[in-house]
T-cell receptor
Framework: AQKITQTQPGMFVQEKEAVTLDCTYD???????LFWYKQPSSGEMIFLIY??????QNATEGRYSLNFQKARKSANLVISASQLGDSAMYFC?????????????FGQGTTLQVKP | DAGVIQSPRHEVTEMGQEVTLRCKPI?????LFWYRQTMMRGLELLIY????????DSGMPEDRFSAKMPNASFSTLKIQPSEPRDSAVYFC?????????FGQGTRLTVV
């Protein structure tokens, strides 16, 4: 069975510093994708970054990077130069790549607060 | 592109009433997901459709919940009868390849 674990319910970071949000996963699939979504207080779900299981390089999108360690089954999100607008809930998610395994499941989320 | 459209945005109903939530996925997308979000349980996948066929409904909490996707452009999630513990935000999301796009959600309150 697929499972996503986020062990940090809440995190604080000083503005302009970097922060790492942890995510570990479990799956028996060989081909899968890992995602991070941001949910601000307004409630919408915003896609941040994607990593495929066969991608050799870690994904980056602007200030977001995904530290993918396949052997450890971890997919941590790194936010560089934190901004006040980064304060939100962050979800790690996983999805298989076939029609039968393509359900998208989420971890419990990490609340990030950026301090000025 | 209008994105994933959910209706209604807010719904307040009395216990025992039937509630129907609606979702219009992004045109051309072949996967659709329904989620329920609560403080206690987080973001739970209720059901996953691929090409209008329910692939995994193991997250549907009980027989009071049912979901349909009669065509590629419309899906419903029905709760009958509704109970106060069903109060939550319900999200619909659609996907074509990798990334899933979410609707704005329906905030359901059962009193």
């Amino acid at each position: 069975a697929q499972k996503i674990t986020q062990t940090q319910p809440g995190m604080f970071v000083q503005e302009k510093e970097a922060v790492t949000l942890d995510c570990t996963y479990d799956t028996s699939d060989q081909s899968y994708g890992l995602f991070w979504y941001k949910q601000p207080s307004s409630g919408e779900m915003i896609f941040l970054i994607y990593q495929g299981s066969y991608d050799e390089q870690n994904a980056t999108e602007g200030r977001y990077s995904l530290n993918f360690q396949k052997a450890r089954k971890s997919a941590n999100l790194v936010i560089s130069a934190s901004q006040l607008g980064d304060s939100a809930m962050y979800f790690c998610a996983m999805r298989g790549k076939t029609s039968n395994t393509g359900k998208l499941i989420f971890g419990q989320g990490t609340t990030l607060q950026v301090k000025p | 592109d209008a994105g994933v459209i959910q209706s209604p945005r807010h719904e307040v109903t009395e216990m025992g009433q039937e509630v129907t939530l609606r979702c219009k996925p992004i045109s051309g997308h072949n996967s659709l997901f329904w989620y329920r979000q609560t403080m206690m349980r987080g973001l739970e996948l209720l059901i996953y459709f691929n090409n209008n066929v329910p692939i995994d409904d193991s997250g549907m909490p009980e027989d009071r919940f049912s979901a349909k996707m009669p065509n590629a452009s419309f899906s419903t999630l029905k709760i009958q009868p509704s109970e106060p513990r069903d109060s939550a935000v319900y999200f619909c999301a659609s996907s074509l390849t990798v990334q899933a796009f979410f609707g704005q959600g329906t905030r359901l309150t059962v009193v």
